[in-house]
């Protein structure tokens, strides 16, 4: 009977955690949207958080931690942050597609 708790209790724990990361990344998509809204050069953030996360993809897959190594290194991530991180992105994208096009025909009215 106490093996059903358990795992019923790891279910849960499980169901918890997938239930936060979905909040997390759908937090972090209204953030880039609403930062978006406010100013279009503040997406340059974004690129930049791209890169970093490429080059902890890079650093995690060329360091293997050796037998008896400490804890993971901070660039140890899961792999499916990029391909989550760049859907994210892409769908406040196409939410600021209106606001980046209006952006884009100001700066050529201004300038011409």
């Given amino acids: 009977m106490g093996g059903h708790h358990v795992r019923r209790h790891r279910d849960l724990l499980l ?3 997938a239930l936060t990361a979905v909040a997390l990344v759908t937090a972090y998509g209204a953030a880039i949207a609403l930062t978006g809204l406010f100013n279009l050069f503040a997406l340059l953030l ?3 958080h791209g890169v970093t996360l490429l080059l902890a993809r890079a650093q995690a897959r ?3 931690p050796a037998e008896g190594d ?3 290194q901070p660039a140890d991530q899961p792999p499916a942050a990029l391909p989550r991180w ?3 992105v ?3 994208v196409a939410v600021l597609a209106p606001m980046i096009y209006l952006g884009y025909q100001q700066a050529t009215r201004s300038a011409g």
């Fill in 46 to 48: 974004v690129a930049a």
């Fill in 70 to 72: 400490p804890a993971p």
């Fill in 86 to 88: 760049l859907a994210v």
């Fill in 15 to 17: 169901i918890r955690a």
């Fill in 62 to 64: 060329s360091h293997r």
């Fill in 90 to 92: 892409t769908a406040a």
